[in-house]
């Protein structure tokens, strides 16, 4: 993307955020190991390189000759786990203060003086850990510490434990008794929908072994383990409220109700009492267990397949079907309506919600996983376009001729460019922020007034008490009813979105 349309950097977290970065003599890593010993509630999260398929986990030495023959490839090296270069820590005291969020370089810091602080916290029975499907990180962080310092320098076990997704389930009455649903929620629609934040997941793929990292980075880090904490409030504020764990502790306000609260109010609970604490240990948290097997990597099942020299011709054939040919089906001239719309697929739904915020329409799957031919059948039946970064999908485009786009940008906003130039969609200042952001439905033309507002929102959507004091108008959505109002997060987009579509203010 042209640097001249390049979206503005995120505003800073709403809290202050520790590198670790050094040995024994940091202050910021004296202030993590002081930290681990007073916590009782502590959020875990850790961020490695992400491993594409068929990249091998480690390069093999070079054979003779030029590397073309069979008889002279090097033998595939042995799967291994990707190395853990970020961990993330929020640690809670006792006090129930907001907690010191830490991010921690791996590569900076001697694990050596790491291992035994982070063995006692996953094992301390005192501590309640949090994190989110973090056996899979637990399994990495293990194998990196063994790497670096010995085969028992690895990780056992976290107990006890209470992962975000069961919480989850638990804030949306799901009953106990039962399994979980197979298809779990992602964590950045966990926040959307239990405190009303949007967690930008645009560098979770990004390279976490490059030094320095980007205060991107460092921020996206923080933010995924500091908001594992606010769910856990709401957690404990449900919990307290029904009864369900004996305590005499009292909430002091409502921490985190929705983003728009936070202005107004940024107290916390003062709940981390020993015996409150205990009880939902006792009744809600589990443990990760990591069996020798479950410890060592498996070699993939899928089988590679010889590479011959007539792919050439193949991957070229691909790449041509990459560019859009055009016209659209909304083209005037062979019948469209002048309107564009677009269906993105699960791969980039993140870009759905940035073309609906920029007054496109832009659907979703109606089916959470969609066969090809589902996807191609709506996009012919609605007229859209289809927007994929699933390149296996382009060889569908037979049955829906100039119907599908593969979109090559991985970030959202340069995603959003890429669209509006291939298309040459024209946006206006009047068009942003006139879809609804969580359907795809459009505005009712007249704003509602705070009490219209009131009256369409119960027991449907609660609007927070510091709205009351101002003059603001609020919009309807006609199709989910969802209301919305011209906040700070408002005119933040706006912003964000003139600067990206190009529109002089």
């Avoid at 269906?343 to 066969?371: T, W, Y």
Wanted: charged share 25%.
């Amino acid at each position: 993307m042209d640097p001249a349309t390049a979206p503005p950097p995120p505003p800073p977290p709403p809290f202050a955020v520790h590198l670790v970065t050094g040995g024994g003599s940091s202050p910021e890593l004296a202030l993590l190991l002081r930290s681990l010993a007073a916590a009782r509630v502590v959020a875990l999260d850790a961020e490695w390189k992400p491993r594409r398929r068929g990249t091998p986990a480690a390069a093999a030495p070079a054979g003779p000759g030029d590397g073309t023959s069979p008889a002279t490839a090097p033998a595939p090296a042995p799967p291994q786990f990707p190395t853990v270069t970020l961990l993330q820590v929020v640690c809670r005291s006792g006090d129930g203060g907001e907690g010191e969020v830490f991010v921690v370089d791996l590569l900076a810091v001697p694990l050596a003086e790491l291992w035994a602080p982070l063995r006692d916290l996953f094992e301390r029975p005192d501590v309640l850990k949090l994190g989110f499907r973090f056996k899979q990180d637990l399994v990495y962080l293990s194998a990196t510490f063994a790497a670096a310092l010995g085969r028992d320098a690895g990780f056992g076990r976290v107990e006890p434990f209470l992962d975000v997704t069961n919480i989850y389930y638990y804030l949306k009455g799901h009953d106990r008794q039962k399994k979980l649903p197979k298809e779990t929620k992602s964590l950045a629609t966990i926040c959307e929908e239990l405190l009303s934040i949007s967690l930008s997941k645009e560098l979770q793929c990004s390279d976490w072994s490059c030094r320095p990292l980007s205060e991107g980075q460092i921020q996206y880090a923080a933010l995924d383990a500091y908001y594992l904490l606010d769910i856990f409030d709401l957690f404990q504020q449900k919990i307290t409220m029904e009864g369900k764990c004996s305590s005499t502790t009292e909430l002091t306000s409502d921490r985190h109700c929705s983003s728009s609260v936070i202005e107004c109010s940024s107290s916390g609970y003062d709940i981390c009492s020993g015996g409150y604490l205990m009880s939902i240990v006792t009744k809600y948290s589990e443990k990760i267990l990591l069996t020798e097997s479950g410890t060592k990597p498996r070699s993939s099942r899928r089988k590679e397949k010889t590479k011959l020299p007539t792919n050439a011709k193949c991957k070229d054939k691909v790449a041509c079907c990459t560019e859009w040919q055009g016209p659209p089906p909304w083209d005037p001239s062979i019948g469209g309506d002048g309107y564009p719309k677009f269906l993105c697929d699960v791969m980039i739904e993140g870009l759905a919600k940035h073309l609906r915020c920029v007054g496109i329409d832009a659907a979703i799957p109606s089916p959470k996983k969609p066969e090809p031919r589902e996807l191609l059948n709506q996009t012919y039946k609605e007229g859209r376009i289809l927007l994929t970064r699933d390149v296996k999908l382009l060889k569908y485009q037979y049955l829906a001729s100039n119907q599908v786009y593969r979109v090559k940008s991985l970030l959202k906003h340069g995603q959003l460019a890429e669209v509006i130039n291939t298309f040459q969609l024209k946006i206006s200042k009047d068009q942003l922020m006139s879809r609804c952001t969580k359907c795809n439905g459009s505005f009712i033309q007249k704003p509602l007034t705070l009490e219209e507002a009131v009256e369409a929102s119960k027991g449907f959507q609660v609007i927070p008490l510091c709205l009351f004091n101002r003059n603001l108008e609020f919009w309807k959505c006609t199709n989910c009813n969802q209301l919305y109002w011209e906040g700070t997060q408002y005119h933040n987009a706006v912003q964000k979105f003139l600067s990206v579509c190009n529109i002089s203010d």
